[in-house]
């Protein structure tokens, strides 16, 4: 028998027992009517006639009585309904009464209120398909057994309040008519609510405590459920419940896996600064009211597959410490999401966002395939790396980076504990395949890995701040024991996968996986955003795009051999009238080549000497004179002195004028200069249009 209360009961009570050294208060149950002594302690005459005496529906008194199993049997026998065969009983008071067996109520009725506050059932209870008609207390009650409640019925308020369950409650297809308060209640068994339905306007189990796991699949609450506070030692599992009115799990603490997948919050939930130390499953919920999750901590993976979200959905402060997932999640009326942190991946893939929405995330990867907004959006992005392949944009939307911390509604700057300081906040954009871009704004992004073929009117693209793209490898390698180089320009990473695929590919170009595109489907590309970068008035990023342009088609497959060469030439020379350097270098040379050609077989040995000739009649009379000029001669002797140098170095830089000289120039020298006047000009317009291309704005 367990030790009974230490205070003194209030009710005048039996005092079996009592010993004024250990226990002066003896036995606590009270008087049986018309006796001096409790039922447990009286006669079996008087107990008897006790019994005799009590009719289906009469009310009993018995707190703080020790009841045996026979004891028990032999009070609800008392009281049996012969025509129904179940205990029926009016007012039950067994208040602080000892169960020191199986407490047997199965389907009793309790027509009055049933009191069994700070009541000990040492044993199994059974309360299976009992009826209590009125209100039913069990206030800090102790189960040490099995506590069985399958499929009972509280018609008026279900008062658990601080009672302890030491081994599994079962609360199955229960029907709670009204109030049920479980608050501070100790489930150190399982807690099994299966299919159990809160008809009243309260279920209240705020401060309660599950050590094992706790059941509650299909239960249906149909006024207000709150769990704040609660603590759940092991799984909670709310699978198909139904929330009619407004759900509270602010502040409790989910220890195990949680399970609310197919549950339907109907009002408003509330998981405000609660914890879920493991798996927390969302999928498939519906969240018609606003739904809370502001300052909530995950700290192992959260699923919210295809959850429906009708109105705010408040991620405020949240912070998933590893992946969080939105698979084919539908947001209808959020206009909010963030900010929020993620340690690990979020996944939006397959998300759909039906009204203005602003994003403001800080995760280490942000997944948003086939992602669907269907209004204006804004993305706010901190430390992410970003997949947007085949996203769809109806409305304009902006993708920025933000170089600052967030700030929360309340204006502290969101902590970044999951980010330590040394990790780089930029946000990288790894995909927009399968885009349409005509909406789309890039702000302050890094775009070195992102893949572009596949997205539709990249021409339209608009790209704010400072969006940075990969580079061309800058070291100077040998292949085949000539020397490669790369002039430094903006590529896209495209170029760096099908560039590392080629045989004899050098260092410095990066491989992708899978199969590389290749220049007829990066041309178009290039075309779209040398556009893109035109219509931003970026003239020098425009001229990088062009250059890849035009490397593409020289190098794509589909285009004739002639007119390969001639954008082969084109390169060559002044690499497709962008670089100036290329362009003064082969000028400088051919002018050098002019001026040796010059010196050696162009410039005439001397300037040839003018002859005048005449016929001076004898009479007097008009005289004819004929003025002859020698034709140069060609050189001989040292032909590359330093007069000669001058000479040459005039020709050649009228030449570069488009002037003639009037140098006296042997045959070879005039075909020397007809074809310097030809391509040094030439040469120096290239030169002088990719300076203008790098300077223009």
């Given at each position: 028998m367990s030790t009974p209360h230490p205070a003194v009961p209030s009710w005048p009570h039996c005092a079996h027992g009592a010993d004024p050294a250990t226990d002066p208060v003896g036995c606590r149950g009270i008087h049986v009517p018309g006796h001096t002594a409790c039922l447990a302690h009286l006669t079996d005459t008087h107990r008897a006639a006790y019994l005799a005496g009590l009719t289906p529906g009469d009310s009993i008194d018995h707190r703080g009585t020790t009841f045996s199993n026979a004891l028990l049997t032999a009070v609800l026998d008392a009281?049996?309904?012969?025509?129904?065969?179940?205990?029926?009983?009016?007012?039950?008071?067994?208040?602080?009464?000892?169960?020191?067996?199986?407490?047997?109520?199965?389907?009793?009725i309790f027509e009055g209120d049933a009191r069994f506050e700070l009541a000990i059932f040492e044993g199994d209870a059974g309360f299976g398909s009992a009826t209590f008609k009125r209100n039913a207390v069990f206030m800090s009650a102790t189960f040490k057994g099995y506590a069985g409640f399958r499929s009972a019925t509280f018609k008026r308020d279900a008062v658990f309040m601080s009672a302890t369950f030491k081994r599994n409650a079962g609360f199955r297809s229960a029907t709670f008519k009204r109030d049920a308060v479980f608050g501070r209640a100790t489930f150190e068994g399982n807690a099994l609510f299966r299919s159990a339905t809160f008809e009243g306007s309260n279920a209240v189990f705020g401060a309660a405590t599950f050590k094992r796991d706790a059941w509650f699949e299909s239960a249906t609450f149909k006024g207000n459920a709150g769990f704040e506070s609660a603590t759940f030692k092991r799984d909670a599992g709310f699978e198909s419940a139904t929330f009619e009115g407004n759900a509270g799990f602010g502040r409790a603490t989910f220890e195990g896996n949680a399970g609310f997948e197919s549950a339907t919050f109907e009002g408003n939930a509330g998981f405000e600064s609660a914890t879920f130390k493991r798996d927390a499953g969302f999928a498939s919920t519906t969240f018609?009211?606003?739904?809370?999750?502001?300052?909530?901590?995950f700290k192992r993976d959260a699923r919210f597959e295809s959850t429906t979200f009708k109105g705010n959905a408040g991620f405020e402060s949240t912070t998933f410490k590893r992946d969080a997932r939105f698979e084919s999640t539908t947001f209808v009326t959020a206009d909010q999401f963030g900010p929020l942190l993620c340690a690990g991946r979020l996944v939006l893939t397959g998300a759909v966002?039906?009204?203005?929405?602003?994003?403001?995330?800080?995760?280490r990867r942000v997944e948003c395939r086939r992602t669907r907004w269907s209004s204006t959006a804004e993305i706010r992005l901190r430390y992410a790396t970003v997949d947007f392949a085949h996203a769809v944009f109806e409305y304009p939307l902006t993708i920025a980076a933000e170089p600052d911390p967030f700030v929360l509604n309340d204006g502290r700057p969101l902590a970044e504990d999951l980010f330590p300081s040394a990790y780089d906040p930029a946000v990288r954009v790894v995909s927009l395949r399968g885009v349409d871009a005509a909406h789309l704004v890039l702000a302050d992004l890094d775009l070195w890995e992102c893949l572009f073929?596949?997205?539709?009117?990249?021409?339209?693209?608009?790209?704010?701040?400072?969006?940075?793209?990969?580079?061309?490898?800058?070291?100077?390698?040998?292949?085949?024991?000539?020397?490669?180089?790369?002039?430094?320009?903006?590529?896209?990473?495209?170029?760096?996968?099908?560039r590392a695929s080629l045989p004899g590919a050098v260092p410095g170009w990066v491989p992708g996986t899978g199969r590389a595109a290749g220049p007829l489907q990066l041309a178009p590309v290039y075309r779209a955003l040398r556009k893109a970068f035109e219509d931003g008035k970026h003239e020098p990023g425009a001229a990088d795009f062009y250059y890849g342009e035009m490397e593409m088609r020289r190098h794509a497959g589909d285009i004739p051999r002639s007119e390969r060469g001639l954008l082969t030439v084109y390169w060559a020379l002044s690499g497709y009238g962008l670089r100036a350097?290329?362009?003064?270098?082969?000028?400088?040379?051919?002018?050098?080549?002019?001026?040796?050609?010059?010196?050696?077989?162009?410039?005439?040995?001397?300037?040839?000497?003018?002859?005048?000739?005449?016929?001076?009649?004898?009479?007097?009379?008009?005289?004819?004179?004929?003025?002859?000029?020698?034709?140069?001669?060609?050189?001989?002797g040292n032909r590359f002195s330093g007069e000669r140098f001058e000479k040459a170095v005039n020709v050649t830089l009228n030449s570069v004028v488009f002037r003639t000289s009037g140098q006296d120039l042997t045959t070879a020298g005039t075909y020397i200069e007809m074809t310097s006047r030809l391509t040094e000009p030439v040469l120096l317009g290239l030169a002088v249009l990719a300076i203008r291309n790098r300077v223009k704005r």
């Amino acid at each position: 028998m367990s030790t009974p209360h230490p205070a003194v009961p209030s009710w005048p009570h039996c005092a079996h027992g009592a010993d004024p050294a250990t226990d002066p208060v003896g036995c606590r149950g009270i008087h049986v009517p018309g006796h001096t002594a409790c039922l447990a302690h009286l006669t079996d005459t008087h107990r008897a006639a006790y019994l005799a005496g009590l009719t289906p529906g009469d009310s009993i008194d018995h707190r703080g009585t020790t009841f045996s199993n026979a004891l028990l049997t032999a009070v609800l026998d008392a009281l049996r309904d012969p025509s129904t065969g179940n205990a029926c009983l009016g007012d039950a008071g067994f208040g602080s009464a000892i169960f020191e067996g199986d407490a047997g109520f199965g389907s009793a009725i309790f027509e009055g209120d049933a009191r069994f506050e700070l009541a000990i059932f040492e044993g199994d209870a059974g309360f299976g398909s009992a009826t209590f008609k009125r209100n039913a207390v069990f206030m800090s009650a102790t189960f040490k057994g099995y506590a069985g409640f399958r499929s009972a019925t509280f018609k008026r308020d279900a008062v658990f309040m601080s009672a302890t369950f030491k081994r599994n409650a079962g609360f199955r297809s229960a029907t709670f008519k009204r109030d049920a308060v479980f608050g501070r209640a100790t489930f150190e068994g399982n807690a099994l609510f299966r299919s159990a339905t809160f008809e009243g306007s309260n279920a209240v189990f705020g401060a309660a405590t599950f050590k094992r796991d706790a059941w509650f699949e299909s239960a249906t609450f149909k006024g207000n459920a709150g769990f704040e506070s609660a603590t759940f030692k092991r799984d909670a599992g709310f699978e198909s419940a139904t929330f009619e009115g407004n759900a509270g799990f602010g502040r409790a603490t989910f220890e195990g896996n949680a399970g609310f997948e197919s549950a339907t919050f109907e009002g408003n939930a509330g998981f405000e600064s609660a914890t879920f130390k493991r798996d927390a499953g969302f999928a498939s919920t519906t969240f018609k009211g606003n739904a809370g999750f502001a300052s909530t901590t995950f700290k192992r993976d959260a699923r919210f597959e295809s959850t429906t979200f009708k109105g705010n959905a408040g991620f405020e402060s949240t912070t998933f410490k590893r992946d969080a997932r939105f698979e084919s999640t539908t947001f209808v009326t959020a206009d909010q999401f963030g900010p929020l942190l993620c340690a690990g991946r979020l996944v939006l893939t397959g998300a759909v966002f039906g009204s203005p929405v602003t994003l403001s995330i800080a995760a280490r990867r942000v997944e948003c395939r086939r992602t669907r907004w269907s209004s204006t959006a804004e993305i706010r992005l901190r430390y992410a790396t970003v997949d947007f392949a085949h996203a769809v944009f109806e409305y304009p939307l902006t993708i920025a980076a933000e170089p600052d911390p967030f700030v929360l509604n309340d204006g502290r700057p969101l902590a970044e504990d999951l980010f330590p300081s040394a990790y780089d906040p930029a946000v990288r954009v790894v995909s927009l395949r399968g885009v349409d871009a005509a909406h789309l704004v890039l702000a302050d992004l890094d775009l070195w890995e992102c893949l572009f073929t596949g997205t539709v009117h990249l021409d339209q693209l608009r790209l704010e701040g400072a969006c940075t793209f990969n580079t061309a490898p800058r070291a100077v390698h040998w292949r085949h024991w000539s020397p490669v180089r790369f002039t430094e320009r903006r590529v896209l990473a495209e170029e760096h996968h099908w560039r590392a695929s080629l045989p004899g590919a050098v260092p410095g170009w990066v491989p992708g996986t899978g199969r590389a595109a290749g220049p007829l489907q990066l041309a178009p590309v290039y075309r779209a955003l040398r556009k893109a970068f035109e219509d931003g008035k970026h003239e020098p990023g425009a001229a990088d795009f062009y250059y890849g342009e035009m490397e593409m088609r020289r190098h794509a497959g589909d285009i004739p051999r002639s007119e390969r060469g001639l954008l082969t030439v084109y390169w060559a020379l002044s690499g497709y009238g962008l670089r100036a350097s290329r362009a003064l270098a082969w000028l400088g040379s051919a002018m050098l080549v002019t001026v040796v050609l010059l010196m050696a077989f162009g410039l005439a040995h001397d300037t040839p000497k003018q002859t005048v000739t005449g016929t001076l009649p004898a009479g007097g009379g008009k005289v004819t004179f004929e003025i002859d000029k020698d034709d140069p001669q060609n050189p001989t002797g040292n032909r590359f002195s330093g007069e000669r140098f001058e000479k040459a170095v005039n020709v050649t830089l009228n030449s570069v004028v488009f002037r003639t000289s009037g140098q006296d120039l042997t045959t070879a020298g005039t075909y020397i200069e007809m074809t310097s006047r030809l391509t040094e000009p030439v040469l120096l317009g290239l030169a002088v249009l990719a300076i203008r291309n790098r300077v223009k704005r």
